[in-house]
């Protein structure tokens, strides 16, 4: 069965910084390229950032480049989002997503991590 | 980068009818990588449609996608009570997966 299991979220003052978890099971971590995707209360779906099975390729949403990173560890099935210098409208349920037969088409979802940026 | 728009933004219907769930997309979608997924309340969305009109693994086939280029469309034949929900179409044919605004199916 596969399982996607998102942690670190919580409340952060703007400017700040938080380090998104995600361990998954169930299937081959490295196979396969793994996505974040964010929705703040109320709102819809964005698509943040994708990286490829192996790490080398990484993109981004332009309402976070050069302030978030992602990476993983394919040795500890476990994807990451680092999150630097926050914002209030960086305040979302942010997922994990496993990419299916193209890098950002969804099969699979974790439950999400709330991440919550005021003062 | 390509925008989708979904119309309308809410949908009122009975549960049995039909419902016809549209998203338009700015330019032409490489491939027809066009998604759909439900999402309920306090849920993770689902995969429902990916190819524009191919379901994905356990999804009745009452629903059903369609179209191509830049207008597709998701239909529910019969609505059942557990389809009341919010749908987004996403494009995935470039490295950026961009959502749509979504469609609330509501019960009317």
């Known amino acids: 069965e596969v399982q996607l299991l998102e942690s670190g979220g919580g409340l952060v003052q703007p400017g700040g910084s938080l380090r998104l978890s995600c361990a998954v099971s169930?299937?081959?971590?490295?196979?396969?390229?793994m996505s974040w995707v964010r929705q703040a209360p109320g709102k819809g779906l964005e698509w943040v950032s994708v990286?490829?099975?192996?790490?080398?390729?990484?993109y981004y949403a332009d309402s976070v480049k050069g302030r978030f990173t992602v990476s993983r560890d394919n040795s500890k099935n476990t994807l990451y989002l680092q999150m630097n210098s926050l914002r209030g409208e960086d305040t979302a349920v942010y997922y994990c997503?496993?990419?299916?037969?193209?890098?950002?088409?969804?099969?699979?979802w974790g439950q999400g991590t709330l991440v919550t940026v005021s003062s | 980068e390509i925008v989708l728009t979904q119309s309308p933004a809410t949908l009122s219907l009975s549960p049995g009818e039909r419902a016809t769930l549209s998203c338009g997309a700015s330019?032409?979608?490489?491939?027809?990588?066009l998604a759909w997924y439900q999402q309920k309340p306090g849920q993770a969305p689902r995969l429902l449609i990916y190819?524009?009109?191919s379901r994905a693994t356990g999804i009745p086939d009452r629903f059903s996608g369609s179209g191509s280029g830049t207008d597709f469309t998701l239909t529910i034949s019969r609505l059942e009570p557990e389809d009341f929900a919010v749908y987004y179409c996403?494009?995935?044919?470039?490295?950026?997966?961009?959502f749509g605004g979504g469609t609330k199916v509501e019960i009317k």
């Open positions: 190819g524009a009109s």
């Open positions: 997503a496993k990419g299916a037969t193209s890098r950002t088409l969804f099969d699979y």
């Open positions: 990286i490829s099975g192996s790490g080398g390729a990484t």
């Open positions: 169930g299937f081959t971590f490295s196979s396969y390229a």
């Open positions: 996403q494009q995935y044919g470039s490295s950026r997966g961009t």
């Open positions: 330019q032409s979608v490489a491939s027809n990588y």
